[in-house]
């Protein structure tokens, strides 16, 4: 049983998010967690705690989650959670993982711009978690990834057969190109990355990442997924 974490704020590409995980189940019995993190509000009174959780939606929000409780609905494998989290940490953000059996967390382009501090944490807690990410990328949705380039982080003790076997094994993705890491030379990669994605036809990016120590900045790293704009999926070293 695959299951698939979106932490969300119901903004339309949702549905895309959602698309996408009953995609990667491949019709095996799938759980997508629909995740919206807030800050825990800041109250002494139990009722006015409580007033202050309930979850008020705007019409269109509302009609993002209906449109995603209906593709659930007529996918016989799958089946949807709403979890609203108050408050988020380290170990609350590894608990929920761990009692979701969470396998991939899927984060929406709209996602990754929000300014909220809360919603800017869930990402940099994502890192940390022994999980594969998948960042969608900011242009049209496509139904299915095939062709994948492999970003080989220098620091990385692992060979690309390696990683292509784990792909067979989890996900539907072959590797048809690779090139090392280009963080600190961009610019001087990017006619060669663009030449190598258009020649092979590559729709998904992959790279590796190891467990770092968070600091909760609020000024984001601009990454590769930010760069070029196409789908990445990030898997931890460990599981690969």
Do not use: W
């Not at 967690?33 to 019409?59: C, G, H, K, Y």
């Not at 929000?61 to 979890?83: G, P």
């Not at 940390?128 to 620091?155: P, T, V």
């Not at 067979?168 to 961009?186: C, G, M, P």
């Amino acid at each position: 049983m695959k299951n698939f974490l979106i932490p969300t704020t119901l903004e339309e590409d949702t549905i895309i998010a959602v698309k996408s995980a009953i995609n990667q189940a491949k019709n095996t019995n799938c759980e997508i967690i629909l995740m919206m993190v807030s800050d825990a509000p800041d109250s002494f009174s139990a009722s006015q705690f409580l007033r202050e959780m309930r979850v008020s939606l705007t019409p269109n929000q509302e009609l993002v989650l209906e449109t995603c409780r209906y593709m659930i609905e007529h996918t016989a494998n799958c089946k949807i959670k709403i979890h609203n989290q108050y408050g988020l940490s380290s170990p609350i953000f590894k608990g929920i993982i761990e009692t979701f059996d969470v396998k991939l967390i899927i984060l929406t382009h709209s996602y990754k711009q929000e300014s909220k501090r809360i919603h800017q944490n869930v990402m940099q807690l994502a890192v940390n978690q022994k999980c594969s990410i998948l960042h969608l990328g900011n242009e049209q949705f496509k139904e299915d990834f095939n062709k994948a380039l492999y970003i080989e982080n220098g620091n990385a003790n692992m060979h690309v057969k390696d990683v292509q076997q784990y792909l067979s094994a989890n996900f539907s993705f072959e590797i048809v190109s690779q090139t090392s890491n280009f963080d600190d030379n961009y610019e001087e990669f990017a006619p060669y990355l663009s030449e190598a994605i258009s020649k092979y036809n590559i729709d998904l990016l992959v790279e590796t990442r190891k467990g770092e120590k968070i600091k909760f900045k609020k000024n984001k790293k601009e990454n590769i997924n930010d760069r070029l704009g196409l789908p990445v999926l990030s898997l931890y070293e460990e599981l690969a």
